[in-house]
């Protein structure tokens, strides 16, 4: 079997397709949730705490000199990170508790009696008819 064609068995295998189908959906999902929390949660949040933009807090490290930037420790981006994970943590939970509870109430609804197979309709005439003569 050809490199190719090894190579596009594995590419189009179900699995393979799910986690690509996911990771895409994850990376949008990741997207709206920073713009949530960026935009709706910590203005708020800053507002509340006396007007801090978490965003902007930073540690200077070295000072801005001639033609360089200046160094810094950026922790208000990282406390903003850890509340886009905080989140998107807490939303996956939620789903995957939701799921859970639909699968636990299909497993707990009682399965329809299958229908009975013809073999055990035919003993059962047999078993009738031989009640009758007795």
Request: charged content about 20%; overall charge negative; aromatic content about 8%.
């Amino acid at each position: 079997m050809s490199f190719i064609n090894e190579f596009k068995q594995f590419a189009m295998k179900g699995n393979v397709v799910d986690m690509a189908v996911g990771i895409i959906v994850g990376a949008a999902f990741g997207k709206i949730v920073s713009s949530f929390v960026g935009d709706v949660v910590m203005p708020p949040l800053g507002l509340l705490i006396g007007g801090v933009d978490f965003t902007e807090l930073a540690i200077t490290l070295k000072a801005a000199s001639e033609g360089a930037a200046a160094v810094t420790l950026n922790y208000g981006k990282f406390i903003q990170t850890v509340f886009d994970f905080t989140i998107v943590a807490f939303a996956i939970f939620i789903a995957i508790k939701a799921m859970n509870t639909l699968q636990k109430t299909a497993e707990a609804a009682p399965a329809a009696p299958a229908e009975p197979s013809a073999e055990e309709k035919l003993l059962t005439e047999i078993r009738d008819l031989l009640k009758q003569r007795s």
